[in-house]
């Protein structure tokens, strides 16, 4: 089972990124994903959650408005566009996938970092 994250990075306040998750392992199209992130010192925070089918999400409003989680499961992605960034998204972000609350996995992190 594999989760590799991408696409972080350094951008100014304001700016735009769009973090991808790649999947191999496991039946990616009958897992729920998600994308959690934890800045320095602090615990993770759920910062988008998608069904399997890909049509119900779920956001914090910390980044409602801000953030869409989208996945293709022909491809076994699932994608993060962060829009607005601010200097608090500045984080360690990682894809998560889940299914019967009993299988879970993880992927290793992407840096976004958010300059003021």
């Known amino acids: 089972v594999q989760l590799v994250e991408s696409g972080g990075g350094l951008v100014q306040s304001g700016g735009s990124l769009r973090l991808s998750c790649a999947a191999s392992g496991f039946t990616f199209s009958s897992y729920a994903m998600s994308w959690y992130r934890q800045a320095p010192g602090k615990g993770s925070e759920l910062v988008a959650g998608?069904?399997?089918?890909?049509?119900?999400?779920n956001y914090p409003a910390s980044v409602k408005g801000r953030f869409t989680i989208s996945r293709d499961n022909a491809k076994n992605i699932v994608y993060l566009q962060m829009n607005s960034l601010k200097p608090e998204d500045t984080a360690v972000y990682y894809c998560?996938?889940?299914?019967?609350?009993?299988?879970?996995?993880w992927g290793q992190g992407t840096q976004v970092t958010v300059s003021s």
């Open positions: 998608i069904n399997s089918a890909g049509d119900i999400t």
């Open positions: 998560n996938a889940v299914r019967s609350f009993m299988y879970d996995y």
